[in-house]
T-cell receptor, first 117, second 110 residues
Framework: EAGVAQSPRYKIIEKRQSVAFWCNPISGHATLYWYQQILGQGPKLLIQFQNNGVVDDSQLPKDRFSAERLKGVDSTLKIQPAKLEDSAVYLC???????????????FGPGTRLTVL | GQQLNQSPQSMFIQEGEDVSMNCTSSSIFNTWLWYKQDPGEGPVLLIALYKAGELTSNGRLTAQFGITRKDSFLNISASIPSDVGIYFCAGSSGTYKYIFGTGTRLKVLA
């Protein structure tokens, strides 16, 4: 079974530029998550989708971050304009979700390392 | 955002030694997950725990869901150099949302 795919793996941009990240979850997983992981910290949830609807975006800085999951499969996360403090690893995760606790288990992609200069 | 407390923050051990780490929360959780993250990679799921008191093994790794439901423990027996990495716990109160720990950085000296 293929895992969560993310691209690009690395991105370097200058502040005030825009950037987009792509994620393809595990086949059949209804729920998709975007996390931000700053160096030395654990992942912090930015947004969660169930199918193509947003379930939780309470920690997403909506003035500059946006995300979409058209057709309930792939997702993109965009930052516009980027700030220095956005330098981090952006992780995508997916889970099955179907009532049993086991279906909430999250599986992560390799992440995209963003450096903002 | 909230993060769980993991202890120790980092540790150096000799190859062959056993390792213990724990994760504590001020909230009750229904699920605990343990992940390992290598440099430049995403977290990889090691063990999932779904019931208070549960003890689950995965090779040399053993994790326990604390009876109080506010803590969890991970043990690694007979450590080897490839155990190097950052270990994260994550807890959920029964919904989709997981809160992650601050991480335990493990270095194994050959």
């Amino acid at each position: 079974e293929a895992g969560v795919a993310q691209s690009p793996r690395y991105k370097i941009i200058e502040k005030r530029q825009s950037v987009a990240f792509w994620c393809n979850p595990i086949s059949g997983h209804a729920t998709l998550y975007w996390y931000q992981q700053i160096l030395g910290q654990g992942p912090k949830l930015l947004i969660q989708f169930q199918n193509n609807g947003v379930v939780d975006d309470s920690q997403l800085p909506k003035d500059r971050f946006s995300a979409e999951r058209l057709k309930g499969v792939d997702s993109t996360l965009k930052i516009q304009p980027a700030k220095l403090e956005d330098s981090a690893v952006y992780l995508c995760a997916s889970s099955l979700i179907g009532g049993l606790a086991q279906t909430y288990t999250q599986y992560f992609g390799p992440g995209t390392r963003l450096t903002v200069l | 955002g909230q993060q769980l407390n993991q202890s120790p923050q980092s540790m150096f051990i000799q190859e062959g030694e056993d390792v213990s780490m724990n994760c504590t929360s001020s909230s009750i959780f229904n699920t605990w997950l343990w992940y390992k993250q290598d440099p430049g990679e995403g977290p990889v799921l090691l063990i999932a725990l779904y019931k208070a008191g549960e003890l689950t093994s995965n090779g040399r790794l053993t994790a326990q869901f604390g009876i109080t439901r506010k803590d969890s423990f991970l043990n690694i027996s007979a450590s080897i150099p490839s155990d190097v990495g950052i270990y994260f716990c994550a807890g959920s109160s029964g919904t989709y949302k997981y809160i992650f720990g601050t991480g335990t950085r493990l270095k194994v000296l050959a």
